[in-house]
């Protein structure tokens, strides 16, 4: 025994550390999360750097409290670098050593991030412990370029008719989402996410939902409500909540497009929510502000424009050669009384392929959900629409635009002639097809089928008033009866002379049940 | 403008043989004849602030023991950093050197506390 604890004793002796060779530097200044160093000579952008607390310490006094705090060199001076401080910017003293890691700012990423909810450095907020099995990502990347791309074809359904049927998203499409407070900007992306549960597993987009300066008991909300529809199993939340530091707002959209980019590159399909880019635009204005660079339109600095659309940049539809994986974005955007010419809402509207446009007034007359359908487009989407779909929803644009010309004349509805009156209970009867109930996405055969019905008058026997109840009870007829027609439209994602024969023969029982 | 005057100085003052009150004449005779005058006081800070940097970032040894500061100086020296050694017992063993924004740390300390993030780490 004596001999063995010599040899560990000798052992220890001659144990010399390796030792490192780094470059370091010394907080100058600090306060309001962004720190002045010294030094940090050759360091680079977006470098991420370690406060270390431990360096004029004990032992005993560094392994109390060895908590370290990172930041994120985004200026680079003369004499030194302004970093932001990613973490509790009150742990960060004058005179503390910073320690380059030369690595940019990275994330974990990995199939472990399914059902999690995660900080914008990719830390576990919730109770489920750590990540296992992840690999670094660096979170700023070059988006693909032209040749590793191929066109958008292959649709992503929403579940919400409206969307579905006139601005059809593709995969690898960036549709926003834009519109007042409280019109129902997340739950359209809320109920994108519950949807591809009705897709099968393997062609199921991961889901990705990054929270931005967002209360964090609406995203608790979410949260349960995505758990409780079994959403969790597919989807992953990134949260920098109002409460937390603006470089993790500015951070999180980055974090999401990361996670979002480990599934494209995988060969897969994943679809990212930015829910919102205002409030990532306004925490880059207060960064920006706080590290000294100058304030262009709105006190926004001049790469505003270059934030948002190196991001959005990052959706792609891979080619077949890189694997053919996908990367859908639903930024959100809101305006202030519907002003959409603002400085971001004009910014990103440019930058994206189409936007969904949501409207006070509609949501206020109780239609859910309140899409302008005048100003909403997908510029992309309607090559990636079924056949199925494009076949039924020819004539709605034209049928709603018809009746918000005439819209005005109802209320002299007692002097219309027939032919107008028709038209614009044809009208109404539409816009109330389009109505959905929050949280209840329908898979894609029932809306082909309900649209269809809705073109073919198969509503007609109903009061437009009534139209909402005839609705859904043909949604649960066609569930229980229709079965048939239901599986032509999911395997054929067309409207054939059989398809069409065995649905309008569904339709007419329902109708004459109804009467 | 004050930081390219504090610069100058800074440099020319570091020259051997400088002659520190020729210097402070010149510069002020300059400000007067070009009515810069009301720079001074900037001047000052910012020349204050270089100083702070030179000192903080100057090159420095320290070893944990006595009994190393020979070894220590050596390895130093051939690493290109020639500065006295002081003591700083809170090192455990080895030594730590600093030129510049360069840090070489060859301290047991430092090695003990990259051991235990790596163990604490994935705990």
Request: charged share 25%; with cysteine.
């Amino acid at each position: 025994m004596e001999s063995i604890i010599k040899r560990i004793e000798e052992q220890i002796a001659g144990f010399t550390p390796a030792g490192v060779d780094e470059s370091v530097g010394i907080v100058r200044e600090t306060g309001d999360g962004i720190a002045e160093i010294d030094g940090l000579e050759g360091a680079v952008m977006s470098e991420m750097v370690l406060f270390d607390p431990t360096f004029d310490r004990s032992l005993e006094d560094a392994l109390k409290d060895a908590k370290s705090v990172y930041g994120l060199v985004l200026n680079l001076e003369e004499d030194g670098v302004r970093a932001v401080i990613l973490g509790e910017a009150s742990d960060v003293f004058e005179g503390m050593q910073v320690r380059r890691l030369n690595r940019l700012l990275s994330i974990p990423v990995g199939e472990s991030l399914v059902g999690r909810v995660l900080n914008p450095l990719g830390e576990p907020v919730d109770d489920k412990g750590p990540l296992a099995g992840t690999t670094l990502m660096p979170i700023e990347r070059e988006a693909y370029g032209v040749i590793d791309r191929s066109p958008v074809n292959v649709p992503l359904h929403t579940g919400v008719k409206a969307v579905d049927a006139m601005i059809p998203i593709g995969r690898g499409q960036r549709e926003l989402i834009i519109g007042d407070r409280g019109t129902g900007k997340t739950a359209i992306a809320i109920d994108t996410i519950l949807n591809q549960k009705s897709e099968p597993a393997e062609t199921r987009p991961i889901c990705i939902y990054v929270a931005i300066g967002q209360k964090e008991s609406k995203t608790a909300r979410i949260v349960a409500e995505l758990t409780a529809a079994g959403a969790m199993d597919y989807t992953i939340v990134v949260t920098a909540p109002a409460s937390s530091p603006a470089a993790f707002q500015f951070l999180a959209p980055f974090a999401g497009a990361t996670i979002g980019e480990f599934f494209m590159d995988a060969g897969r399909d994943a679809l990212v929510v930015y829910d919102d880019l205002s409030k990532q635009a306004v925490a880059y204005r207060q960064m920006s502000l706080l590290l000294r660079r100058p304030p262009g339109r709105e006190a926004y600095p001049g790469d505003i424009f270059y934030l948002h659309s190196r991001l959005l940049e990052r959706a792609a539809k891979l080619s077949k050669e890189k694997g053919g994986g996908s990367l859908t974005a639903l930024p959100i955007i809101e305006t202030q009384e519907g002003d959409v010419s603002a400085y971001i809402p004009t910014n990103v509207i440019s930058i994206t392929d189409g936007q969904i446009y949501l409207q006070a007034d509609l949501f206020n007359k109780g239609l859910r959900p309140a899409i302008d359908v005048g100003i909403s487009v997908s510029r992309v989407g309607s090559s990636a629409q079924t056949k199925a779909m494009k076949k039924v929803s020819g004539k709605i644009k034209l049928t709603l635009a018809q009746f918000r010309e005439l819209e005005a004349f109802m209320q002299f509805a007692s002097d219309l002639d027939a032919d107008t009156k028709a038209q614009i209970d044809s009208g109404r009867r539409m816009t109330e097809v389009l109505t959905q109930v929050q949280g209840k996405p329908l898979p894609f055969e029932i809306e082909v089928a309900v649209i269809f019905a809705a073109i073919n008058g198969f509503f007609d026997a109903f009061a437009p008033e009534n139209t909402r109840a005839a609705q859904q009870k043909l949604q649960e007829f066609l569930e229980r009866e229709g079965k048939e027609a239901l599986e032509l439209i999911r395997s054929t994602k067309d409207i054939g002379e059989d398809t069409e024969k065995v649905l309008r023969d569904a339709l007419t029982k329902f109708t004459e049940r109804a009467a | 403008m004050e930081k390219t005057y504090a610069k100058a100085l800074y440099e020319l003052a570091s020259k051997e043989g400088a002659d520190s009150k020729k210097l402070v004449d010149t510069l002020i005779a300059h400000l007067r004849e070009t009515g810069r005058m009301k720079l001074l006081p900037r001047i000052l800070l910012e020349l204050k602030r270089i100083d702070a940097r030179a000192g903080t970032l100057m090159e420095s040894l320290e070893v944990a023991s006595e009994s190393e500061i020979s070894e220590a100086t050596k390895e130093a020296k051939e690493l290109g950093i020639n500065a006295n050694a002081t003591v700083n017992k809170d090192l455990v063993s080895g030594w730590r050197a600093r030129t510049g924004s360069r840090i070489i740390d060859r301290s047991g300390k430092r090695a003990l506390l990259d051991l235990y993030k790596r163990i604490t780490a994935h705990a």
